[in-house]
Structure formats: structure tokens, C-alpha cells
């Protein structure tokens, strides 16, 4: 028997630091990043990374400016038309930014640079030069190295430059020009070391977490029939631009049919008595993300059935985390969430067979179509590998993974009546650390009681 905790809004403890500027990483822990790629790399290579492109929203109007996950978690450098160059064993120094120079004028329209010596003096870059220089600089790093570094592919146009620099090189090996001979993928290695999170990592997961949880309680409480979907996902824009964060994805408000639509963002459908309403939505702060579903009846009372749904549900996520644990692998806990929900969907009579049958038979599937978790980092899905060769991989300190089981009952007409448009969610972010699972979302309200109270309050 599970034992319920009471919860009550009032006494929820989150307290949150207020960001006191763009990068709150301390900018040793990038220097040590750098310095674990580096030794990878080797003095004969060089890794090369560009920036995220601006990106148009419509005509004349960008989006707001995002850096490349990648590039910022070697820099904590977040402006565009920048390329970041390691050359491990560079007499002139091994870190290479080049940036968009100081430009008053420019400056004016579009907000402050650091320029060249803003990158030595406060990123520790142990050179820089001006981005209109790097057809002159670059090419000369390359012919020095054997060995180039660097993700094809994600940006067509850098992709362009780099394979033009080694052309130009290749035309000049007559010469004696060296010319890089071997080309890596960056993003191997590099994604490698950014599924396993460092303490000051972690850190800043909670921070999200706990702005997110925030959030989530502010607009469960806040829900009422009549209301419109994208009044409530107003609640969380409000909640995350106070502690200075943004949304980390669209968020997904759905009541009724619409919680039945996995990546449904429309939001802009009224809320219905009798209904259930499905919210997930999570924040990005200081570049990490968190990510959480949380699931309630439109009138703030479960009906039996949508009850009966919600603590299937529930159980296989408690059963998912337990099994979130250094040790076990990756699949662990999405087989304990499958067997919790065949075992409740065969209970309630919506799958009929045999437990062990109806899951080799995948008969969950038709309500439950998804994973029940995604590695979560800077990106929402972030990156890592969720299998070594043919094998899941095991869970080791430093990963973070969603746990988020569900079950989506859609209005079918094999389906009896009671049933329909019931969709179910429920999703925390949750790290593996030496001791067991860690729910850096942990304090947000998840107990069918507990919500009902919530809602009340």
C-alpha cells in the first residue's frame, strides 16, 4: 500500500536564487570541459565548433537568439557569428574565439559585444580575433593538425567553409602544405561527456526544476471549468519570466481529447467540466531545462474512472523510479512502467489476456505508445547515447533522465463510454546519483488527493 502524503501550496519550501546575470556557470567549469576535450582530441587534432545562426521568425523579425547547446557548454558563450577553435598544444594558446568585433553603432540597435578582448578578458579564451578575420586564421590552424574535429551537418553553410579551407589546403600540398587527413565526429565524444552531468550541472537542474514546480502549482490551482486552455499556459509564462527563465519547449495544455494528442499545442480550447486537463511544461535556465507533466480534473473533483486511469498511471511511474538506479540499464525502467499499466488496463477491462501475453504482444501500446523517459539536460531531449552497441546502456551517476508513463483512452468506438478522452501523464525529472534516485522536481503535488486539494485551495 502506498502511503499519501498531505501537500498544501502554503507550506511548499522553493526558495530560488535570483540570477544576478546571462551565465551563472563559474567559468572553471567550462575551462574543465574544454580541458577533458582536449585530451581526447590529442595535439595533433583541433576541434572546431560555429554558433548558432540567427534565426528569422518572419520577414525583418528574429527569433529571440538561443546559443548552440554545444558550443555553450564549451564557452558559456552566447552570442552569434561566433566559431570557438581547440588546438590542444598551441604555443599562442590552445582556446580560439573569433566574434563579432566592437561595433558602437550596431551596438546601439542590438545590445552589447564582447568582442576579441571581451573573450580573453571574460571567457577565457587564450586568443580571439575578429570573425571577419577566420579565412585568413583558421586555414592556417588547420594545415598544423592531422586530425579535424567537427559535426557535419549541422549547419550547412559552416559545412561549406570547412570543406573550402581543406580544398584550398589540398591545392596547395604540392607545396608542402600539410594538409589535415582524417575528419571526426565531434559530436560523438562530445555528447559522451554531456550526458554525464557535473555537480554544478545538476545545480542548475534543480533550479529549473524548481522554477518549473512552481509554475505547475501556480496553474493547477488556478484551473477552473470554463477557463481556456492558453489562459493557463499563461500562468507558466508568467511564473517563468520572474525567476528570469523561458519556456524550454512549447508547453502542452490539453483538456478533454486534446490530453489525448501526445505533442498537442494548439491550447486554445475551453476547458470543460467533467474533463481531465494534461500539462506539460517545463523551463530553461542558465541553458538547462527541466521537463514535467502533471495531469487534473478540469472541477478540481476525479471522477472513479479518471481516477482509476490516474493511479495506474501513477503506480508505474513510482515503479519507473525505483528503478531509476545506477546499475540498471536504460530499458529497466520503462519495463516496470509496462508491466504496472498491462496489469492496471487488464484490471480495469480494457485489455484482455494474460499479463505476460498481452506485453509480448505489445497489446499496451494501443494506450501507452511512447517511452517513459529521454535523457534531459540543455537540450529537453538531450543528447547521449541509449544504447552501446546493441545493448542498453546502464544508468551511472551524472545522467538525468524524464520518467514519464501514460495512458491516452481516446474516444474510440470499441472503447465503452466511461472510458473515453481520458488522458493520463505524469512526468519529473530525475537524476541517478550513488545513493538512488534524485527527483530534482520533487514538491509538486502528484497524489490524486493531493491534487484535489491543491485545486481547492
Partial sequence: MRQKKTHSPANLSLSIERAAGPNQMKIEEFSKRRRTLMRMVGDDGIAILPSAPVRTRSRDVAYRYRQDSDFYYLTGFAEPDSVAVLAPGRANG???????????????????????????????????????????????????????????GAYADFDHRITEWVKALRHRESSGIHTPHEFIALDHILHDM??????????????????????HTRAIAAVRPGMFEYEIEAEYIHEFRRHDATISYAPIVGGGVNACTLHYVENNA???????????????????ASDITRTMPVNGRFTGEQRAVYEI????????????VKGNHWNDPHDAAVRIITK????????????????????????????????????????????VGDEWRFLEPGMVTTVEPGVYITGDSHIPRKWRNIGVRIEDDVAVTNSGPDVLSKGLAKEADEIESLMAS
Avoid at 554544478?200 to 526544476?209: D, G, T, Y
Avoid at 508505474?316 to 531509476?324: G, N, R, S
Avoid at 487488464?346 to 497489446?363: E, S, Y
Fill in 94 to 152: 590552445e582556446y580560439i574565439i573569433f566574434c563579432r568585433d566592437k561595433d558602437p553603432l550596431r551596438e546601439q540597435w542590438d545590445g552589447s559585444r564582447a568582442g576579441p578582448n571581451g573573450a580573453l578578458e571574460n571567457f577565457a579564451a587564450d586568443d580571439a580575433f575578429p570573425i571577419d578575420d577566420i579565412d585568413d586564421i583558421l586555414p592556417g590552424l588547420l594545415e598544423t593538425r592531422s586530425r579535424v574535429y567537427y559535426t557535419m
Fill in 194 to 215: 554531456r550526458l554525464y552531468k557535473s555537480r554544478a550541472e545538476i545545480s542548475a537542474m534543480r533550479k529549473a526544476a524548481k522554477i518549473a514546480v512552481r509554475a
Fill in 270 to 288: 475551453e476547458l470543460k467540466d467533467g474533463d481531465l486537463l494534461l500539462i506539460d511544461a517545463g523551463c530553461e535556465c542558465d541553458y538547462y
Fill in 313 to 324: 498511471v501513477l503506480e508505474a511511474q513510482l515503479a519507473a523510479i525505483e528503478k531509476t
Fill in 344 to 387: 492496471g488496463l487488464r484490471k480495469i477491462g480494457l485489455l484482455d489476456g494474460t499479463v505476460p501475453r498481452l506485453i509480448k504482444d505489445q497489446a499496451y501500446q494501443e494506450f501507452f505508445m511512447h517511452r517513459t523517459g529521454h535523457w534531459i539536460g540543455m537540450d529537453v531531449h538531450d543528447v547521449g547515447d541509449y544504447k
